[in-house]
């Protein structure tokens, strides 16, 4: 079956630029989680969805980054006014409804953000 | 919050068993030992969880001693392709507040011919 997919899979913009990535979980998976991961280091939890709703946005590190997932599968995560610390790879994960918040978690391949 | 350490790199030869040991002392109760494997340029792939003891997979074993304090993610006869980071993570439910795994920089593995 399809895994997680990510588009567009590279995004160069300019700052101060808004962007949108985009996300496309395992069919059936409601629960839906953004990351961002700098080069050699580990990813950073962004937001976290169970269905349509975001059950922590902790993570999201100003109020310039939003996500959405309206209907409860593909979410969108937003970014306002881009700087240069926002590039990054943008990694998005879905876990079945089966598993727990913590159980596994199946990875896309990612969106390589660069803001010149 | 509970924290990990790991070593920051790995060298090891195609064919040998590999440990890697990641120290958790702050560990919760409800907390669950969850490790990933990430090659460049990928999203992470889940390789093993366990709670406590041993638990065996097709790919690795996870040894979890009495007091959870540490694990030991086991990859036996490694080859090339194993060659990649490996992220030990620590998180489970929390009754007051939401608690999210915290991915530290992993242990680069590098195995050699």
């Known amino acids: 079956g399809a895994g997680v997919s990510q588009t567009p899979s590279n995004k160069v913009t300019e700052k101060g630029k808004y962007v949108e990535l985009r996300c496309d979980p395992i069919?059936?998976?409601?629960?839906l989680y953004w990351y961002r991961q700098s080069l050699g280091q580990g990813p950073e939890f962004l937001i976290y969805?169970?269905?349509?709703?975001?059950?922590?946005d902790s993570g999201l590190p100003n109020d310039r980054f939003f996500a959405v997932r309206p209907e409860g599968s593909v979410s969108t995560l937003k970014i306002q006014r881009t700087e240069r610390g926002d590039s990054a790879m943008y990694l998005c994960?879905?876990?079945?409804?089966?598993?727990?918040?913590?159980?596994?978690?199946?990875f896309g391949p990612g969106t390589r953000l660069t803001v010149l | 919050l509970a924290k990990t350490t790991q070593p920051i790199s790995m060298d090891s030869y195609e064919g040998q068993e590999v440990n890697i040991t990641c120290s958790h002392n702050?560990?919760?109760?409800?907390?669950?030992i969850t490790w990933y494997q990430q090659f460049p340029s990928q999203g992470p792939r889940f390789i093993i969880q366990?709670?406590?003891?041993?638990v065996t997979n097709e790919v690795a074993s996870l040894f979890i001693p009495a007091d959870r304090k540490s694990s030991t993610l086991s990859l036996p006869r490694v080859s090339l392709s194993d060659t990649a980071v490996y992220y030990c993570?620590?998180?489970?439910?929390?009754?007051?507040?939401?608690?999210?795994?915290?991915w530290g920089a992993g242990t680069k593995l590098i195995i050699k011919p």
């Open positions: 069919s059936g998976h409601t629960a």
């Open positions: 993570l620590v998180g489970g439910e929390r009754r007051d507040s939401n608690y999210q795994l915290i």
């Open positions: 969805f169970q269905g349509t709703g975001a059950a922590d």
């Open positions: 366990g709670y406590k003891t041993k």
């Open positions: 994960a879905s876990s079945s409804p089966l598993a727990g918040k913590y159980n596994e978690q199946f």
């Open positions: 702050n560990i919760a109760t409800n907390d669950y």
